[in-house]
């Protein structure tokens, strides 16, 4: 609310000045003094151009060096190379336009500002120029798009048959996260079956839900393809993991997906930041309402074999809470307890 009043009284208060401004023009327009007001506002605003350009470029050049580790983070996925060099030659390629069309614009704004002495010449059209500066720029995006998205096209494919598949559910405000089991397969959803013991709507008169296990954190295993099975239950969110390159949109009633391949676990990724505490994050990029900052979670990329061990150390969501099969029919009951006797064998 405060904000809003401010930005009323910021925006009065402009008018104001521009209102004052204008009633001064308007005095020397009757006085018969325009001309010489014009040309200093103009030679006023031309010299703002040139400090608006030497200004905001060295911010600008400043604040890239100073962040410049920030879109360094070391990559710890194999499709993350790919994003990271597409990024930069995108960057390099926008970057040398950006700061060549700004330097001219700013430049040619101061030096062919209003003068009494010059006329304009008379340059309606160049045709050949006009081929070039359509041509070339259409080219350059072509060659940007077509790559950019054989990349998107790589990453939102199927995912290979032996991958892991990994649930992620995005709440306010926070993250549940399931795995299919000793089977590979999750179990079906549905939002109606959201109960306060069944957060995620599992349907467990479905067979394949039955040895479904929940984790507080994300473990995936180094060198295998992973698939995370992305939805939300209520708002839009976006599950980012920076080091993997990975960010995908969390849509309620539109599950997405992303696949990818780790490859450096926690371990060595610890070693090659010389930080024994290091933990790849997971975080919220969607700004999702007021406890949007509290969505963090960790992933823990593992040895295969180590990850297998941990695997198995699961604990299904009917062992924790038998009562989540209560009201099913007879033959669920029974396949749930035969799992349970075989994973305790
Ligand atoms: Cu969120």
Not at 79 to 107: E, K, N, P, S
Not at 204 to 210: E, G, I, P, T, V
Request: proline content about 4%; charged content about 20%; aromatic content about 14%.
């Amino acid at each position: 609310m405060y904000g809003f009043l401010i930005a009323i009284g910021v925006v009065l208060l402009v008018s104001i000045i521009w209102m004052v401004y204008r009633i001064q023009t308007l005095v020397s327009v009757v006085k018969g003094s325009d001309k010489k007001v014009v040309t200093r506002s103009n030679n006023i605003n031309a010299i703002l151009f040139m400090l608006f350009l030497f200004g905001m470029g060295a911010w600008l050049f400043w604040y890239s060096i100073k962040e410049y580790d920030n879109y360094q983070i070391p990559i710890a996925s194999e499709h993350g190379v790919v994003t990271d060099r597409l990024f930069w030659i995108t960057m390099a390629v926008t970057g040398v336009v950006f700061i060549i069309t700004h330097i001219l614009l700013f430049w040619f704004s101061y030096k062919y500002r209003y003068d009494e002495n010059k006329r304009a010449a008379y340059y309606p059209d160049n045709n050949k120029l006009e081929v070039i500066w359509t041509l070339v720029p259409a080219l350059v995006l072509t060659v940007l798009v077509v790559t950019g998205w054989k990349a998107w096209s790589d990453i939102t494919s199927p995912a290979p048959d032996n991958a892991h598949a990994i649930e992620i559910m995005g709440y306010q405000f926070a993250w549940e996260i399931r795995y299919p089991g000793k089977d590979n397969q999750m179990g079906e959803f549905d939002y109606r079956l959201i109960t306060a013991t069944n957060s995620r709507g599992i349907n467990f008169s479905d067979k394949n839900a039955l040895d479904d296990f929940g984790a507080q954190n994300v473990v995936v295993p180094k060198g295998e393809p992973v698939l995370l099975m992305i939805r939300a239950r209520d708002v839009l969110h976006s599950v980012f993991i920076p080091h993997m390159r990975v960010k995908m949109d969390a849509v309620p009633g539109m599950p997405t997906r992303f696949w990818f391949v780790a490859n450096k676990t926690t371990a060595e990724m610890q070693e090659e930041l010389g930080n024994p505490d290091f933990q790849y994050e997971i975080a919220c990029a969607e700004v999702c309402g007021s406890g949007h900052f509290s969505m963090k979670k960790f992933i823990t990329v593992l040895e295969p074999d180590e990850y297998q061990k941990w695997y198995n150390e699961q604990a299904t969501f009917i062992e924790q809470d038998p009562d989540l099969i209560a009201d099913l029919p007879d033959d669920i009951k029974e396949l749930a307890a035969i799992q349970i006797s075989e994973s305790n064998k």
